[in-house]
């Protein structure tokens, strides 16, 4: 307790607020253009905290962090088009609720549900970080396979109609994702003489190509009728209203919330599975199942405190162990570096007051995100108000400059034009994209942990005798399970409505 009195002293400052405050501010305009990921926003601020002390330069870089997570879902819900890869899932019903004419409804709860969500994960990360980083070193291939075959079998749930479509879009995101060199002996796969596939399809212009250039592909064709602000009952969102609809869904605010920080904390999974992660077993869980993806309130609140608990849990391994969960913890650790600081098993001995000062900030930029959010919304809504003919040629531009600027080449701006293309496609033919991208996300992470584990040990039973190998294998067999028999029942369901 003295020591986090003690971080709160070198943290409760003009100085340090205002930093944190910059960092939101710059995340939330990061996170909200199509394109412009988070870790690009940390990456621009990286060079500045070289100047400042260890605290004020992760509390930059956390300001990014936080406000980029939560400014994902401005872009997320107004246009169906994800700000960032770890709003995938807060399109799914975030964009219908939009369409519905509750525009303010779904920014409100999804903006709450992302400041709830890191402040559980903040009081998570205070209370048992050396604990939780312990348990996440025991993860080994055969657990990082278990786990992301659970991942993957939330494309039962996500294949929205017919199964059998929805299975085909996962596998052949999966098998876009095997582009490139092999993970274990380098040898080119699929590329076709092109140097630029050795490795493979970025993910960022593809993400941006199937969700964002095939919904402004169908705009066009079909032009959404815009809601106007001011004649709308529903835009300006109460408060009152919004604690209501957390607290009906409290159970999911909180399942959601661990499950974010708990995939955080393993190193290489990020916000983007704990988002759709989350999404699918709240799905699962729900008595109204049937109404994802339709604007329910309980698929964006499980997306947006998914995603942003996610931060936390990824802090845990960095400071514990020096082991950074994503590209974002692995810029931090850089920064502390630089500073002579070595984050490991002793750095919360030896210099406790730092460590905690990193956790403080990490709750200061959550609340400043949600003040700046808060009084940016009625801007935000606004949008809705801008003739699409002008709106559409400015999202695309931006779009373009996104996916061109992850490696500054022309060749990713085709990217972004063929996935385009193919996820306009699969629009067409009413083929889910929500299990094309988690194919891709999932596949080389899946590939590259079995053949890692098949390597150390090939007798396959390993992965069943390992306990939480064990358990995940057997969870992802009853989510699979589960989510054929919800399809399946959903899909009589409309036969007797239609025949009623």
Request: aromatic share 10%; hydrophobic share 50%; glycine share 10%.
């Amino acid at each position: 307790m003295e020591n986090i009195l003690l971080s709160f002293e070198s943290i409760i400052n003009f100085h340090t607020i205002m930093i944190l405050l910059c960092g939101v501010i710059a995340g939330i305009i990061v996170g909200s253009i199509p394109g412009f990921t988070i870790t690009m926003g940390v990456a621009l601020t990286l060079p500045f905290s070289f100047s400042m002390d260890p605290v004020n330069g992760i509390a930059l870089m956390m300001g990014v962090q936080v406000g980029g997570s939560a400014g994902g879902l401005i872009t997320s819900c107004l246009f169906g088009i994800p700000g960032t890869p770890s709003s995938v899932a807060t399109t799914f019903d975030g964009y219908p609720m939009v369409k519905n004419g509750e525009a303010g409804k779904a920014l409100a709860i999804g903006l709450w549900s992302s400041f709830i969500g890191s402040i559980i994960s903040g009081i998570i990360l205070i209370l048992t970080a050396p604990i939780l980083a312990e348990w996440a070193l025991k993860f080994g291939p055969w657990e990082m396979f278990a786990l992301m075959l659970f991942g993957i079998s939330a494309i039962a749930s996500l294949s929205e109609g017919s199964l059998i479509k929805g299975l085909i879009s996962g596998v052949l995101g999966t098998l876009f994702a095997l582009v490139g060199l092999d993970p274990l002996t380098a040898i080119p796969r699929f590329t076709f003489g092109l140097s630029e596939l050795l490795s493979g399809f970025n993910f960022l212009p593809v993400l941006i190509g199937v969700f964002a250039f095939s919904q402004l592909m169908n705009d066009i064709k079909n032009p959404p009728v815009p809601v106007p602000v001011s004649s709308t009952a529903n835009v300006r969102y109460p408060l009152s209203r919004v604690i209501k609809d957390l607290w009906t869904s409290l159970t999911n605010v909180l399942r959601s919330s661990f499950v974010g920080t708990f995939v955080g904390i393993l190193p290489a999974a990020g916000g983007s599975i704990a988002n759709i992660l989350s999404y699918d077993i709240a799905k699962k869980f729900s008595k109204k199942s049937h109404e994802f993806g339709k604007g329910n309130k309980d698929g964006i609140i499980a997306a947006e405190s998914a995603n942003n608990s996610s931060i936390g849990g990824s802090l845990v391994p960095m400071l514990a162990f020096g082991i950074p969960g994503d590209a974002v913890t692995a810029m931090m650790l850089g920064a502390l570096l630089i500073h002579g600081i070595q984050p490991g098993p002793l750095l919360m001995e030896n210099q406790p007051v730092l460590v905690y000062g990193i956790f403080v900030s990490f709750f200061l930029a959550a609340i400043l995100m949600l003040f700046v959010q808060s009084y940016g919304i009625k801007f935000f809504l606004k949008i809705n108000q801008v003739p699409h003919h002008i709106l559409i040629p400015v999202i695309l531009l931006l779009c373009v400059l996104g996916s061109f600027a992850v490696n500054n080449r022309i060749f990713d701006v085709w990217v972004l034009l063929i996935f385009g293309l193919i996820g306009y496609w699969m629009k067409a033919n009413k083929f889910p994209l929500a299990p094309f991208i988690l194919g891709i996300i999932l596949g080389p992470m899946i590939e590259e942990n079995l053949r890692q584990a098949i390597s150390v040990n090939s007798d396959i039973t390993v992965f069943f005798s390992r306990p939480i190998s064990g358990i995940l294998i057997m969870l992802s067999i009853v989510s699979m399970g589960y989510g054929i028999y919800s399809n399946m029942k959903v899909k009589k369901d409309n036969q007797i409505q239609k025949s009623n």
